[in-house]
């Protein structure tokens, strides 16, 4: 099976049992102006990922992007046969456990967001 690239609004895909991630994940950013937009999902015959981005304006502003998105706040989940299960948000080149990113407080939060909305 070849990989099968889909990029999507976020709103029309089905994020099942990740949808509570998601909206906690997007009420953390909010506050900040960042809002979550578009999913890019990566089917393969070991399974599917997802990487959740912003196309808000700010990026525009932001010269050192993340990984393969053009935005510097990104959540990837991946999820796969043999390869296990990771769940992050990256921050610029900051990677962070997505239950850590929960547990961080308001201003810890604006720290890390900083250099990248201002």
């Known amino acids: 099976m070849e990989d099968n690239i889909i990029i999507l609004p976020i709103d029309d895909y089905n994020f099942k049992y990740h949808k509570k991630y998601l909206e906690k994940l997007k009420e953390s950013l909010e506050p900040f102006g960042i809002y979550l937009d578009k999913v890019q999902l990566i089917e393969t015959n070991k399974g599917t990922s997802f990487t959740v981005y912003s196309t808000g304006p700010f990026v525009e502003n932001f010269k050192e992007f993340s990984l393969e998105s053009e935005s510097p706040v990104i959540w990837k989940k991946i999820a796969s046969k043999g390869f296990g299960a990771h769940n ?3 921050i610029g080149k900051t990677k962070i456990k997505l239950n850590e ?6 201003e810890y939060r604006a720290q890390l ?6």
């Open 101 to 106: 990113w929960f547990n961080y407080s308001f």
């Open 88 to 90: 992050f948000l990256y």
């Open 113 to 118: 967001l900083n250099p990248i909305i201002h």
